[in-house]
């Protein structure tokens, strides 16, 4: 008499994801670290100058991304992405120096770090992203077979967000330990780190796929059409072109939250830099929670309905966080927020990534991550601009209704609910 239970184990994720995984996350420990200095200090300024040095991020990412994801299609998303790691690595290394020099000039409770250098580091920043990140986005479906596709994608979401996990509280630590200056050379050595573990993976086309539509010896003009080559593509798949919107309205209502109105809600109540960056671990630990479970169990039956449910979720962790007067209440909303966070992007993701085909791979990630940027430029200023004039706790109860919208909008779309 057989067992039901006798299904066998899942295959194992290849090495070679494996290896540019740990390396990818030890990249995204520098970074987070690097954010959250850049968002504490810019908090000193004010909400709106706050938004603009957030806002210096998206802007060069949003024009740029197509282009961006378009290359990584065409030159190999490895190469460009050793390119871009390259250039970060000098860029942090000289932001480390710069703001050492600034941070020491600033008194005490003076904001030490001058608003233009925020700026251009952060447009620096956003430049490099628009390459880096359709490339580093495409690489689970360039080194992992489709079968395990969905596993390896959660199981990159659970690493990211345990760096996320570990990267805002060394951020606040390296912040009252060393200023700017210190989170910006943490993040120099993770991005050495990186180079050196992308000179030794390579995906299995070590050449990259020949692009419809490309035309050799004219690069940019080739680069222009590739671009809109994807953009046609995503707009006439009724599920990528709703889970991209979905993504856009998510974007704009979840990821301020964390990056803008954290801090402000913070400085509002006076607490210290490390406790911000606690209420910040709070939303990554409930990312890491449900990723490290759908890495482990699989994610639920019909993805768009779980998509939907986390941004339900999310938005009643937003609504604790915003009236929160001390710091448990607040890491409690910001854990209940993350929660739902990673349920929609645990479940959402898979969709966008396989729902793409290979020869257009970095350029769906460009797109997917554009609408993201598209949202935040708008949100980051408004949000930035409402909270100095109204604190921040209303631009936070504004965002729990949007994200509440945002699930409810995906639950009455046809192609997520069936998806």
Do not use: K
Not at 88 to 106: F, H, I, K, N, S
Not at 236 to 249: N, S
Not at 303 to 326: F, H, K, Y
């Amino acid at each position: 008499m057989t067992t039901a239970s006798s299904e066998p184990p899942p295959a194992a994720l290849p090495g070679p994801y494996l290896l540019w995984l740990a390396g990818a996350q030890a990249g995204l420990l520098g970074d987070a670290a690097l954010y959250f200095a850049l968002g504490w200090a810019a908090s000193a300024h004010g909400g709106g100058a706050a938004g603009l040095v957030l806002t210096a991020i998206t802007v060069p990412r949003t024009v740029l991304l197509l282009p961006g994801g378009a290359a990584a299609d065409r030159f190999g998303a490895r190469r460009v992405m050793v390119a871009a790691d390259a250039v970060m690595l000098a860029a942090t290394a000289a932001l480390a120096c710069v703001a050492g020099g600034a941070d020491g000039a600033g008194g005490p409770g003076a904001p030490g770090t001058p608003l233009w250098l925020l700026v251009v580091s952060a447009a620096v920043i956003g430049t490099v992203d628009a390459f880096l990140l359709p490339a580093a986005g495409s690489m689970p479906a360039r080194l992992v077979p489709a079968d395990r596709l969905p596993r390896a994608l959660a199981l990159r979401q659970a690493g990211g967000q345990s760096a996320v996990l570990i990267g805002a509280p060394l951020g606040g630590l390296l912040v009252a330990v060393g200023g700017l200056s210190g989170a910006a050379a943490a993040d120099a050595v993770s991005f050495g780190v990186v180079l050196l573990v992308l000179l030794r993976v390579r995906p299995t086309p070590e050449t990259p796929p020949a692009v419809p539509g490309a035309v050799p010896g004219a690069a940019s003009a080739g680069l222009l059409r590739e671009a809109a080559s994807g953009v046609r593509l995503a707009m006439g798949d009724p599920l990528l072109r709703a889970a991209l919107l979905l993504t856009g309205a998510a974007a704009g209502a979840l990821l301020p939250v964390v990056s803008l109105l954290g801090p402000l809600l913070a400085r509002a109540h006076g607490w210290t830099a490390g406790t911000a960056g606690l209420v910040t671990g709070g939303q990554a630990a409930g990312v890491l929670a449900v990723a490290a479970l759908v890495a482990w169990r699989g994610g639920l039956p019909r993805a768009g309905a779980g998509a939907a449910a986390g941004l339900c979720t999310a938005s009643a962790g937003i609504a604790l966080l915003a009236p929160a007067a001390g710091p448990v209440p607040a890491v409690v909303g910001s854990t209940v927020a993350g929660v739902g966070s990673g349920l929609f992007a645990c479940h959402l993701g898979p969709l966008v990534l396989t729902g793409a085909p290979p020869s257009h791979l970095s350029r769906v990630q460009s797109l997917l991550t554009l609408v993201q940027s598209l949202a935040l430029v708008l949100s980051n200023v408004l949000l930035g601009l409402l909270a100095d004039r109204a604190g921040a706790a209303l631009p936070t109860l504004l965002c729990a209704l949007a994200t509440a919208a945002a699930g409810l909008a995906a639950l009455a779309t046809p192609a997520l609910r069936r998806a």
